[in-house]
């Protein structure tokens, strides 16, 4: 059964030189029926396109990462745009703002906003990170009204449902397994099940048992079974209804 849609991974990663191929095959004709792997500069941006072109199932986002950005990101705006006309780029991501890193934070909201408006204009979803910048990355959404996933959520019961109100999807991933997660684990339980979408964020964070250890959609099974358990119901229906979320903000229905 094809039930694992990972919403977001990171397959041009150095952790899968080598074996990219023989993983990525096996993955897609098992348990995963769609991976959409994330830009994250100009060169990993036309590498996920390559992928989703190499490989059914395989689909794109492009966009520049936060922690990614340069004096010229404003000028590789255009060239985001000429991207996301290929027919296997289903979403702008990953972007938004990482107040960890040492980016400028002016920097970060200009490209930021900048691709927000190119993803309305498109009529594409959004594919957002916030890191530590919780409170612009909502008034961003309150300004832009993008539709999308806010990937890898780390803040409150009552940003996620701001966020759900302003019509957007929330991204579950290893963390939600972790002893300390206390906080993932009370937003997991409180949004609708109809908001949620499941996604790795691959290489990094394995939920356990793999904790620390390289992650691929296939460990989505293990993040889908604490997910079940904290909302009492069966693992399957967690994968099923979280799929059918992700083909929803992704345009694939
Ligand atoms: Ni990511």
Redesign the pocket.
């Known amino acids: 059964m094809k039930s694992i849609f990972d919403t977001?991974?990171?397959y041009d990663d150095p952790a899968f030189d080598e074996d990219r191929d023989s993983l990525l095959r096996s993955l897609l004709s098992g348990e995963v029926a769609a991976i959409v792997n994330?830009g994250?500069d100009l060169a990993t941006c036309e590498k996920s396109i390559r992928f989703a072109q190499q490989y059914e199932g395989m689909y794109a986002a492009v966009g520049l990462?936060p922690e990614c950005l340069t004096q010229t990101s404003m000028d590789e705006i255009d060239t985001i745009r000429r991207l996301a006309a290929h027919p296997k780029v289903v979403a702008i991501g990953?972007i938004g703002l990482d107040y960890y890193y040492d980016v400028p934070r002016p920097l970060q909201k200009e490209v930021f906003a900048a691709q927000l408006r190119l993803a309305s204009e498109l009529d594409l979803p959004v594919?957002i990170?916030d890191r530590e910048a919780h409170g612009d990355t909502l008034d961003m959404l309150r300004q832009y009204r993008p539709k999308g996933i806010l990937?890898?959520f780390s803040g409150s019961v009552e940003m996620a449902q701001e966020v759900v109100r302003l019509g957007m999807y929330i991204g579950i991933g290893g963390v939600v397994t972790f002893k300390n997660a206390r906080k993932t684990v009370e937003v997991a339980a409180a949004v609708p099940l109809e908001r949620i979408v499941l996604e790795t964020?691959c290489p990094?964070l394995s939920p356990v048992p793999f904790r620390g250890k390289r992650n691929d959609s296939s460990h989505i099974l293990y993040t889908a079974q604490r997910l079940a358990e904290i909302r009492n119901m069966t693992t399957e229906a967690v994968l099923e209804q979280t799929k059918i979320n992700a083909e929803t903000v992704y345009q694939l229905r």
């Open positions: 977001h991974a990171h994330q994250t990462h990953e594919n990170h990937h890898c964020d990094y």
